[in-house]
């Protein structure tokens, strides 16, 4: 639930109504008529009319009041929230990024929990607010004053970073996206939840076996302890998340992780970056169906949410992988031009090892040639049926060439921890939407 707003108290030229409804036409005859209207805020939680246009989603309004050059757009209500932390909160997307178009400061604590717009976007679980927040940071000076960095693991005033709350309130899409911002995976929480919480520990609380994968994709530590010496397993259990439970129970393998230290695979290119990500995720997907199938849950598969394209499926023999002989040549190694399949690359980066006198990781070399790779850009199949190139969709899974048999990658490595992630391919969680009606509540329990 979100943040209630007290708008209709002591209302009574009907501004704030107005306000809240979209009612753009009253609200500038109101103002016409006085214009120190639009400084009056609501009497218990001192809202202005900024503070609820924006929490409503009332685009038209934000703008005409923004106008003003008196209006402050980090005005502060009794909380000491701004608009944009409603906005945020509230997913009212739009207003986001008008508010931050007008310099709408993103490096603010409120009062109520020290919290900014950021933390609000990754615990009501609005994916677009949160990117467009994140993407501001890099340009705004706040990179250059606090560093990026340092701003996506900002902690609120228990100690929880918006990864924390993200995992802990069952938002996937919020994880992945913090994750790949920077967010560090083992940080633990001051008094938010339990004590030296990870984020791993909270989503176990949560039951979210979506946000589980995720944060061991990018290395989450099954056996890190919190404050009271418990693992994240016997939190899933205490809570009765068996599937869960399974996934993070010591003694089942470990999941295929990114080595994230490694530069080529930090600034991938984008669409080889999806092909490879998708790789390690049916990779861990084989090895949860073994751990899984004893607590009866099933995971979603390719045939069950899409029908493969007949023509990607029929694979000439020398287009095959010469490593593997099982899969389409996917991934280039754009310095020397030679192509392997998603799967064989990923194993190739994923097994090598730190040098024991650097404890640096050093940079995969191609099986082909020996030269090292600096970069790896997405290469061209062409089927049977045709003599074009087939534009692959690499976000989907369904558009990936069917693969003739699967690679054994349900064992893990020990190697792999602290390595980088996967895309989310979990349901984000309903948004909240429509009006905000009268009072303040703000339910936030760990």
């Keep these: 639930m979100g943040q209630r707003l ?48 924006a929490a409503n989603g009332q685009i038209e309004i934000v703008i005409m009041l923004l106008k003003d050059p008196s209006v402050n757009p980090d005005s502060l209500n009794r909380h000491k929230q701004t608009p944009l932390m409603l906005a945020a909160m509230h997913g009212k997307i739009t207003c986001v990024e008008k ?10 604590f409120d009062s109520l929990n020290g919290r900014t717009c ?27 004053s606090w560093g990026f960095s340092r701003f996506v693991n900002i902690r609120d005033g228990k100690g929880a970073t918006p990864l924390h709350l993200a995992a802990r309130q069952r938002r996937p899409r919020c994880v992945h996206l913090l994750l790949d911002s920077g967010a560090l995976v083992c940080a633990s929480t001051g008094g938010y939840g339990f004590p030296g919480s990870t984020a791993l520990h909270l989503a176990a609380r949560g039951g979210s076996i979506d946000c589980i994968r995720e944060l061991l994709a990018w290395g989450a530590d099954r056996l890190h302890r919190d404050a009271s010496g418990r693992i994240s397993y016997l939190i899933a259990l205490k809570h009765k998340n068996e599937a869960c439970a399974a996934l993070l129970n010591p003694s089942s393998a470990e999941p295929l992780v990114w080595p994230s230290p490694l530069k080529f695979i930090s600034d991938l290119n984008q669409d080889a970056k999806a092909l490879l990500e998708q ?9 949860e169906k073994a751990i899984l199938k004893g607590v009866g849950y099933s995971s979603p598969s390719q045939s069950d949410t899409c029908i493969a394209d007949d023509n990607i499926s029929e694979v000439s023999e020398t287009e095959l992988c010469c490593i593997c002989f099982d899969q389409v040549c996917t991934i280039e ?14 194993a190739l980066c994923c097994h090598n090892k730190p040098d024991p006198t650097t404890a640096l990781l050093t940079s995969p070399v191609c099986p082909f040639c020996r030269s090292n790779i600096a ?30 048999k699967a690679r054994n990658f349900s ?30 509540e703000c339910i936030d329990k760990p």
């Design 6 to 53: 007290s708008c209709r108290v002591q209302d009574e030229h009907g501004l704030f109504t107005a306000v809240q409804f979209g009612h753009l036409e009253v609200v500038n005859n109101l103002l016409a008529k006085d214009p120190s209207l639009i400084h009056q805020t609501t009497l218990y939680d001192r809202h202005s009319a900024l503070h609820i246009a």
């Design 375 to 404: 970069r790896l850009v997405v290469a061209k199949v062409k089927a049977n049926a045709s003599d074009h190139d087939l534009d692959l969709d690499l976000y989907s899974s369904c558009k990936l060439p069917k693969l003739r």
């Design 333 to 346: 190694v754009q310095d020397c031009g030679h192509q392997m399949c998603a799967q064989c690359t990923l």
């Design 99 to 108: 508010l931050i178009e007008a310099k709408a400061n993103i490096l603010m």
């Design 411 to 440: 064992e893990g490595s020990s190697s792999f921890k602290g390595l980088s992630g996967v895309p989310s391919f979990g349901k984000m969680v309903g948004r909240g939407s429509g009006r905000i009606p009268a009072d303040n």
């Design 118 to 144: 950021l933390h609000y976007a990754a615990y009501y679980g609005h994916f677009d607010c949160l990117e467009t927040i994140l993407s501001a940071a890099r340009t705004s000076h706040v990179a250059a």
């Design 279 to 287: 790789a390690l995720m049916e990779a861990n997907r084989e090895r």
